[in-house]
């Protein structure tokens, strides 16, 4: 019985030495402060042979072309050539849309690839109008193409 008793003596010292002395507590706090800065695309369009509008913010711009007068029934083009340029402080990612001339006319530009444009750079694009022989049913008709170019980050 004294052993016994011994061992549970023993055992409940242990035990609540461990359970109260056992303990621990950590702490710890930090802080940082950094400054980012943060670049940005900005474009502009120029043309001598269509109308262009370039919004404030300069990411989106479009050119208006309408063919000139056409005095023969002869399968001819109207050109247009316009460039965009990249005034911002980083690259540009450029996509270009069109609208669709109505028909016989088509868009000598066709379809084009986004691209990057990088800071201070030009990009020269050679679109306009295109049409078949005329007849009779052409005879007053107009047309006209818009090319949109819009500016967004990589």
């Known amino acids: 019985m004294r052993k016994i008793a011994a061992t549970l003596v023993a055992l409940g010292l242990?035990?609540?030495?461990?359970?109260?002395?056992?303990?621990?507590?950590?702490?710890?706090?930090?802080?940082?402060?950094?400054?980012?800065?943060?670049?940005?695309?900005?474009?502009?369009?120029?043309?001598?042979?269509?109308?262009?509008?370039?919004?404030?913010g300069y990411d989106s711009c479009t050119v208006t072309y309408t063919a000139p007068e056409i005095q023969s029934s002869a399968a001819a083009s109207a050109p247009l050539t316009f460039t965009?340029?990249?005034?911002?402080?980083?690259?540009?990612?450029?996509?270009?849309?069109?609208?669709?001339?109505?028909?016989?006319?088509?868009?000598?530009?066709?379809?084009?690839?986004?691209?990057?444009?990088?800071?201070?750079?030009?990009?020269?694009?050679?679109?306009?109008?295109?049409w078949p022989e005329l007849f009779n049913a052409s005879l007053g008709a107009t047309a006209s193409v818009m090319y949109t170019i819009s500016a967004s980050d990589l």
């Open 84 to 130: 965009v340029t990249s005034l911002g402080s980083i690259p540009a990612k450029i996509h270009v849309t069109a609208t669709t001339p109505g028909a016989p006319f088509t868009d000598l530009l066709g379809s084009v690839s986004d691209f990057t444009l990088a800071q201070n750079a030009s990009h020269v694009f050679n679109g306009g109008l295109a």
């Open 14 to 56: 242990t035990l609540g030495l461990l359970g109260a002395g056992v303990s621990a507590t950590f702490t710890d706090t930090a802080s940082a402060t950094m400054a980012v800065h943060v670049g940005t695309f900005d474009i502009t369009m120029t043309s001598s042979q269509g109308t262009v509008s370039c919004p404030v």
